[in-house]
């Protein structure tokens, strides 16, 4: 069976937020539109004629029994892996994220426990985004978080839009690439969007501050290809920390962040080649590419009420069917492929075969915990974590 997806067209997300920030709203939404995106968010469901707790039922099952939920967006697949509140002594779930997304409130700004979260995914070398939520409420303050991300040196933040109107008057978005807006004409939560011109009052501001991307991310010129690029680039490199602004309750700036999470972070094929130790010892590489000998890496295994134990693995490189042998690397165990799915927001999807950059979940598997290496069993290896920065956001 071919590829469906090219390799480059995965990315493999995790979102991180303090709490109460809107990091399950934010993922809900991105879930919500990717499904259907023609549909509005809290729309589709209801379109769909299905009952409040249903709604209910799907939105546990998000956030509890998947740790891995997939959607597609502009041919992109994308994969959230839901990072455990708790994870201060096994950055596992962070090791096989390819980029992030960090969810500010924009009300309550860079607090210290942000300040926190910025030193994780730094310390990981990965690539980043910020959203900053919240953006109807009273008080909320994007400036305040582009100058506090600024203050602490790592990363330039480089703003890539501009709100119009603040708190209850959020009207819209302005896009500073391409340099059109995205206008709300009615305060409900999910209000349908027009694409218009920048507003007047507003263009002057909006010229100075894609002026001020292209300075930072080194482009010259208004070209919107080149300047994304350039963005991109930046963001691999670590140099730069694009900021985006919504408010993920309103479902404003949703379908933007999911523009961006294609535009600017890295696919698994433009992450470098894995390293890991072959049996005899010697160190071995394994490239992004399903050409390699499969190799991946148990990440989270969860309980599900249907399936029984489940364990999410993220393939490294390689192709792996349902019936073939692994062997886990770290415990010496053979394990046999039974079930495998993916997931995505309201179902299991089966799949008899998973390729390099998949994230999946494999039933029946009996010696795996997290963070074990599995392999072809003709070619062992055990992977290493993937080192703080080295090879990761800027190879
Ligand atoms: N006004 C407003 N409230 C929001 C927004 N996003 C999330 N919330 C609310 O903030 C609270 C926390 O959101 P939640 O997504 O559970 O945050 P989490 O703890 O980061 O997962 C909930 O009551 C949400 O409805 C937003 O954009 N605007
Ligand atoms: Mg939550």
Redesign the pocket.
């Known amino acids: 069976m071919p590829r469906t997806i090219p390799l480059d067209r995965y990315r493999n997300i995790g979102i991180l937020?303090?709490?109460?920030?809107?990091?399950?709203?934010?993922?809900?939404r991105i879930l919500a539109v990717a499904d259907r995106p023609d549909a509005a968010a809290t729309g589709a469901r209801a379109a769909l004629g299905m009952p409040a707790w249903v709604e209910q039922d799907n939105e546990r099952q998000i956030t509890l029994t998947s740790a891995a939920t997939s959607c597609v967006w502009r041919d992109c697949r994308i994969t959230i892996v839901e990072l455990p509140a708790s994870r201060r002594n096994d950055d596992q779930a962070l090791a096989v994220l390819d980029g992030t997304v960090l969810?500010i409130d924009g009300v309550g700004g860079v607090t210290d426990g942000v300040a926190a979260l910025f030193d994780e995914i730094e310390a990981q070398g990965l690539a980043r985004l910020v959203f900053v939520?919240?953006?109807?409420?009273e008080g909320a303050d994007l400036s305040a978080v582009v100058a506090a991300i600024a203050a602490r040196g790592t990363a330039k933040p480089v703003l890539l839009q501009l709100p119009i109107g603040a708190g209850a008057g959020l009207r819209g978005i302005v896009d500073l690439i391409e340099m059109r807006a995205t206008l709300w004409r009615t305060a409900g939560h999910d209000a349908p969007a027009e694409e218009v011109e920048i507003p007047s009052d507003l263009l002057a501001a909006a010229q100075l501050a894609r002026a001020e991307i292209g300075v930072a991310v080194g482009a010259k010129g208004a070209d919107v290809v080149a300047l994304r690029q350039a963005v991109k680039v930046a963001v691999r490199s670590g140099m730069v920390v694009p900021v985006l602004c919504?408010?993920?309750?309103?479902n404003?700036g949703v379908r933007r962040l999911l523009d961006a999470v294609v535009d600017f972070l890295p696919a698994p094929s433009d992450m470098a080649a894995h390293a890991g130790v072959a049996a005899d010892g010697h160190r071995v590489e394994r490239r992004p590419a399903d050409d390699e000998p499969f190799s991946g890496v148990a990440f989270q295994t969860v309980d599900d009420p249907m399936s029984g134990r489940l364990t999410f693995v993220r393939i490294y490189s390689g192709v792996v069917a349902t019936g073939s042998s692994m062997l886990n690397s770290v415990t010496a165990s053979p394990e046999k492929i039974g079930r495998m799915v993916r997931m995505h927001a309201n179902h299991a999807e089966e799949i008899k075969e998973a390729r390099a950059g998949d994230i999946v979940a494999l039933a029946g598997l009996e010696h795996t915990t997290t963070g074990d290496t599995l392999c072809d069993p003709d070619a062992p290896v055990i992977l290493e974590r993937m080192p703080a920065t080295a090879g990761r956001a800027g190879h």
Request: no cysteine; proline share 0%; net charge positive.
């Open positions: 937020a303090r709490l109460d920030a809107g990091r399950t709203t934010v993922t809900e969810v939520n919240k953006l109807d409420l919504g408010s993920a309750f309103r404003r």
